[in-house]
């Protein structure tokens, strides 16, 4: 089956800094993946969409990339606020009648002032 | 525009008991998803609604699970009798479009104890 996997450990940076978050899928080829935001007691939140044909796709100061050959998308959030502190889950569209969309665990970061 | 609604926001009821999540969707919005969260594991996906029709049941976990969508309005998700596994946040998704570029609006979810 499908699994998609992202570092559980949290990321911890300073305000600033670049942060990376890595997303590794196996088991599948997807024609799109979505990355979301969730703070706590809240929904996910849409971000970025990135079509398997695109290598890169930016928005504001938010980068994603998706490498099929690697089986991975990273996300970069540069410049970083505190505000940016957030659970970040990666997701895959699956290609059937539903085009639901599969995540992964998410990874929490954490921007220091 | 108001965004995805759910009610009520926490419930917590005994094992066997039942219980109902309701979720109203962005107005004209035709696809509504249903996804859960239980404890230490990632968001899994429950069912998807076209209008009224169910288009993908494939994620619900059993029978004591019930979602309806009277009407292509809101949607409630009913489970009955409740186990303690179902503990969990339940979170409900509406899209205007339905396609692989398909984009979610996540309403705050609904979270289940089950004691």
């Known amino acids: 089956s499908q699994k998609i996997e992202q570092n559980s450990e949290a990321l911890n940076i300073q305000e600033g800094k670049t942060a990376t978050l890595t997303c590794n899928y196996t088991n599948y080829s997807p024609a799109y993946l979505q990355w979301y935001r969730q703070d706590p007691g809240r929904g996910p939140v849409f971000l970025l969409l990135i079509r398997e044909n695109e290598k890169e796709k930016r928005k504001e100061r938010l980068k994603v990339t998706f490498d099929t050959t690697l089986k991975q998308s990273l996300f970069h959030i540069t410049a970083s606020q505190p505000a940016d502190s957030a659970t970040y889950l990666c997701?895959?569209?699956?290609?059937?009648?539903?085009?639901?969309?599969?995540f992964g665990s998410g990874t929490r970061l954490l921007v220091r002032p | 525009e108001a965004g995805v609604t759910q009610f009520p926001s926490h419930s917590v009821i005994e094992k066997g008991q039942t219980v109902t999540l309701r979720c109203d969707p962005i107005s004209g919005h035709d696809n509504l998803y249903w996804y859960r969260r239980v404890m230490g594991k990632e968001i899994k996906f429950l069912l998807h609604?076209?209008?009224?029709?169910?288009?993908?049941e494939s994620g619900m976990p059993n029978n004591r699970f019930l979602a309806e969508r009277t009407g292509g309005t809101y949607s409630t998700l009913k489970v009955q009798p409740a186990e303690l596994e179902d503990s969990g946040v339940y979170f409900c998704?509406?899209?205007?479009?339905?396609?692989?570029?398909?984009?979610?609006?996540f309403g705050a979810g609904s979270r289940l104890t089950v004691l």
């Open positions: 998704a509406s899209s205007l479009g339905f396609s692989g570029a398909n984009v979610l609006t």
């Open positions: 609604f076209v209008k009224e029709s169910k288009q993908d």
């Open positions: 997701a895959l569209v699956a290609m059937d009648s539903s085009y639901k969309l599969i």
